[in-house]
């Protein structure tokens, strides 16, 4: 009997364990940390102490309340969106579904006060960013990113400060971390609005403004399509000021892919079609996280 019972139960928790994972995004999480770890190493520096930088327990703690301060927005985001998950992406919808309610709200309670705990443990300009950046992301859940544009400029800030991050903790101002901080901005910016394109019919049943309900797809790419020309001229003026001409070389070269990516967007039209689109812009933005090693 115990040998039936048991397997059961291994599958439970393996399912509880990978819909948590689901939930707080942990690709993203990794994303974040390997981003913050990279700026430490390459554009901090130096370089050839890297074994020492890991001994940092400070800059450990940095990046594991950056990391549960993500996974409480994220937690609070599906909080207050259940019903339009369960139009948009009723596969991948766990709150309300695997988690109660309570559970979830109790948990990005717990998260936030721990990482803001962290963060004043570190220095109060950390502690009060950290309390701002919670307060900010329990807003964009529950009003802001039902507006057009406001939510979308909301989720890039909170990107580039996870980099930014890094120069408040050295007490720096590292141009390199400020450029790569732009970059992420523009880039986050671009793949949110995209991604109001393919979460506009379930967004429009609950009452969203966002760009696409307001605008209408063609209207919204033209936008997009005038962020990306922002998005170049600024890599250009970067690329021109720097000094390494491996780096130059590499940020010239990722510009390729980001023109392709503009164009799959002019022919998208089915939700497939924006969701692929926004899957290769992540991964677009890891290859310009991987560029920091040719600092």
């Given amino acids: 009997m115990s040998q039936a019972i048991l397997p059961n139960k291994e599958k439970s928790f393996f399912i509880g364990i990978k819909d948590f994972l689901k939930l707080v995004r942990f690709?993203?999480?990794?994303?974040?940390?390997?981003?913050?770890?990279?700026?430490?190493?390459?554009?901090?520096?130096?370089?050839?102490?890297w074994k020492y930088h890991l001994t940092d327990i400070g800059f450990w703690l940095l990046t594991l309340s950056t990391s549960l301060i993500a996974a409480a927005g994220y937690i609070i985001n599906d909080y207050y969106d259940i019903k339009i998950d369960a139009v948009n992406k009723p596969n991948k919808q766990v709150v309300g579904k695997v988690m109660k309610?309570?559970?979830?709200?109790?948990?990005?309670?717990?998260?936030?006060?721990?990482?803001?705990?962290?963060g004043l443990f570190l220095s109060k300009e950390?502690?009060?960013?950290?309390?701002f950046t919670t307060f900010w992301l329990w807003l964009y859940s529950n009003n802001l990113k039902r507006r057009a544009f406001i939510g979308n400029i909301s989720v890039a800030a909170m990107t580039s400060m996870?980099?930014?991050?890094v120069n408040i903790y050295f007490i720096e101002h590292n141009r390199a971390v400020y450029q790569f901080?732009?970059?992420?901005?523009?880039?986050?910016?671009?793949?949110?609005?995209?991604?109001?394109?393919?979460?506009?019919?379930?967004?429009?049943?609950?009452?969203?403004?966002?760009?696409p309900i307001i605008w209408g797809d063609?209207?919204?790419?033209?936008?997009?399509?005038?962020?990306?020309?922002?998005?170049?001229?600024?890599?250009?003026?970067?690329?021109?000021?720097?000094?390494?001409?491996?780096?130059?070389?590499?940020?010239?070269?990722l510009l390729l892919?980001?023109?392709?990516?503009?164009?799959?967007?002019?022919?998208?039209?089915?939700?497939?079609?924006?969701?692929?689109?926004?899957?290769?812009?992540?991964?677009?933005?890891?290859?310009?996280?991987?560029g920091m090693i040719f600092i």
């Fill in 27 to 49: 690709n993203n999480l990794m994303i974040i940390f390997v981003t913050q770890w990279f700026a430490r190493i390459f554009l901090i520096g130096p370089f050839e102490e």
């Fill in 101 to 118: 309610r309570r559970v979830a709200i109790f948990t990005h309670t717990i998260f936030n006060f721990i990482a803001i705990m962290i």
């Fill in 126 to 131: 950390i502690g009060s960013i950290f309390f």
């Fill in 162 to 165: 996870s980099i930014f991050l």
């Fill in 181 to 211: 901080g732009l970059f992420a901005f523009f880039v986050s910016i671009i793949r949110e609005v995209i991604k109001d394109l393919e979460d506009k019919e379930g967004d429009a049943q609950f009452g969203c403004k966002t760009l």
């Fill in 218 to 253: 063609k209207k919204t790419k033209v936008f997009v399509y005038l962020l990306f020309a922002i998005f170049v001229i600024m890599s250009g003026v970067i690329i021109s000021q720097m000094t390494n001409p491996y780096f130059q070389y590499y940020f010239t070269a």
């Fill in 257 to 290: 892919p980001a023109f392709i990516l503009m164009g799959l967007l002019y022919k998208a039209s089915s939700v497939k079609n924006y969701h692929d689109i926004s899957k290769w812009i992540k991964y677009y933005m890891l290859a310009g996280i991987i």
